[in-house]
């Protein structure tokens, strides 16, 4: 898994690649706490570039969206129709979370 982050206007946008699962989450939880920790507020997850994501891995998100949520933050995410979509959608987390199909309309 790679994690990239960029800001853009006032929303700090996570770029995650590769696997989200058991054997990453851990380094993904402790990265995006970091700046969550520092203040963030805005955040995004882009998942577009996510090959694969375990029950590990949706845990991961919850838990970091459920402190950000704490400190009022907000959180939005990119997910492309595909295997990583069809997990949101199974898990009922597609009702939870504000996903988006690009990283234009999620940031509109």
């Known amino acids: ?12 946008i996570f770029s ?9 989450v851990g380094q993904f939880e402790k990265h995006i706490m970091e700046f969550i920790n520092k203040g963030e507020k805005k955040l995004m997850f ?13 845990r991961g998100i919850l838990t970091t969206s459920k402190a950000l949520k704490a400190q009022g933050g907000e959180l939005r995410l990119i997910v492309c129709a595909g295997p990583v979509m069809e ?12 996903i988006f199909n690009t990283l234009e309309a999620a940031l509109a």
């Open 87 to 98: 997990v949101f959608k199974i898990t009922g987390l597609s009702s939870i979370f504000k």
């Open 1 to 12: 898994m790679e994690i990239k982050e960029k800001k853009d206007s006032n929303t700090l």
């Open 16 to 24: 995650v690649s590769g696997r989200l699962d058991a054997t990453s």
């Open 46 to 58: 882009d998942l577009s570039g996510v090959e694969y994501v375990s029950s590990a891995g949706l």
